[in-house]
């Protein structure tokens, strides 16, 4: 039972364009979303997080948008650089519901910027 | 300031037997969680330990034993090996249970 859902493994976009990663996810008790990087070899890098109390959370070049009646969250990044390159893993919490901070993963989109 | 650090970086070991891993937290946080990833996929709860005391554990076989130590050091233990407890371990930290969580570099587990 996947509750959090990446549709698609890899995205390429031109440097310098915006990247959008999509997320879709099926727990309604899920209320914090966070957003995590990973390199090869490297543990997961925090990103950026959002409260079902918002519907937009923005860091630098990084803003994800939270569509809470669709159960959807995306990550824009702006401009899109090389070093973006990574997998990057969507992440819900119910810090409500679970009294913990566990999260529950996505299975990750690979970005590829290409310079 | 010093990340989440984890030891050993690799091991291989054979079914049957056990392996321990350890997980030091990023100094002040009290909170440690395990998480394992297999190929493929995202990371997968394993527990959560705050203030010395398991507060979460996800959908994993007795087999998986986790503690906390005073100085909020944790060791994840996983006995009788399987090939599929092939993965990356990761270990995250937190201030307290409820904020963001920190990983370390991980632990690849290879299972022959």
């Known amino acids: 039972d996947q509750q959090v859902k990446q549709n698609s493994p890899s995205l390429s976009v031109q440097e310098g364009r915006i990247s959008i990663l999509n997320c879709d996810y099926t727990n309604s008790m899920f209320d914090y979303f966070l957003w995590y990087k990973k390199y090869p070899a490297e543990g997961p890098t925090f990103l950026i997080s959002i409260s079902s109390i918002k519907d937009k959370n923005e860091d630098g070049r990084f803003t994800v948008f939270l569509n809470k009646s669709a159960k959807h969250l995306s990550l824009h990044i702006v401009p899109s650089q090389p070093g973006d390159s990574a997998v990057y893993f969507c992440a819900a919490s119910s810090v409500r519901g679970f009294g913990n901070e566990k999260l529950t993963f996505g299975t990750g989109t690979r970005l590829t910027i290409i310079p | 300031d010093a990340g989440v650090t984890q030891s050993p970086t690799h091991l291989i070991k054979t079914r049957g037997q056990q392996v321990t891993l350890r997980c030091s937290p990023i100094s002040g946080h009290k909170s440690v969680s395990w998480y394992q990833q297999v190929l493929g996929q995202g990371p997968q709860f394993i527990f959560q330990y705050y203030e010395k005391e398991e507060r979460g554990r996800g959908n994993f076989p007795d087999r998986f034993s986790a503690r906390q130590f005073p100085n909020y050091s944790s060791e994840l233990n996983v006995n009788a090996l399987l090939l599929g407890d092939s993965a990356l371990y990761l270990c995250?930290?937190?201030?307290?249970?409820?904020?963001?969580?920190?990983f370390g570099p991980g632990t690849r587990l290879l299972v022959l």
């Open positions: 995250a930290s937190s201030p307290s249970a409820r904020e963001t969580q920190y």
